[in-house]
């Protein structure tokens, strides 16, 4: 479920400034869906509420610069895992092309995205080499 927002003078800060987050997340739910996604203001996809977002799009795995987000730790940690991972623009066209996607979160690991605004994703094996690689450093 998308969620577009305005430039945050602190996005790429963990804050308790987390009224906007939570709003988005309970709108999401009451949609039957697990998590919301940010939408910049040029329609780019960043990260959700609580997730980091990674697209693997002609077997290329893609995640949103760290400029327009809040690099999470399990984002981190797959990144400094040495999986090739290139740093660019996601939008929601390459969600439904993408081979698979998957949300990231320090506590829950790498979580499938299975469907965007209604429509069926492709599920890959990635993310499960991304599960490893946040909980095992490899």
């Not at 906007?20 to 309970?26: L, P």
Request: one cysteine or more; a positive charge.
């Amino acid at each position: 479920m998308p969620a577009r927002r305005t430039p945050v003078p602190l996005l790429a800060h963990k804050t308790t400034e987390r009224d906007e987050h939570e709003a988005a997340a309970a709108h999401a739910r009451a949609r039957g869906c697990e998590e919301a996604l940010w939408l910049d203001p040029a329609g780019r996809l960043t990260e959700g509420t609580i997730t980091n977002l990674f697209v693997c799009l002609r077997g290329r795995l893609r995640t949103p610069a760290a400029g327009r987000l809040l690099p999470g730790i399990a984002r981190a940690r797959l990144l400094q895992a040495g999986h090739p991972v290139e740093e660019e623009n996601v939008r929601s066209e390459d969600l439904v092309a993408a081979d698979e996607a998957f949300l990231t979160n320090a506590v829950r690991g790498a979580i499938p995205l299975l469907a965007w605004e209604g429509v069926p994703l492709r599920r890959g094996s990635r993310w499960r080499a991304a599960m490893t690689a946040i909980f095992d450093g490899g």
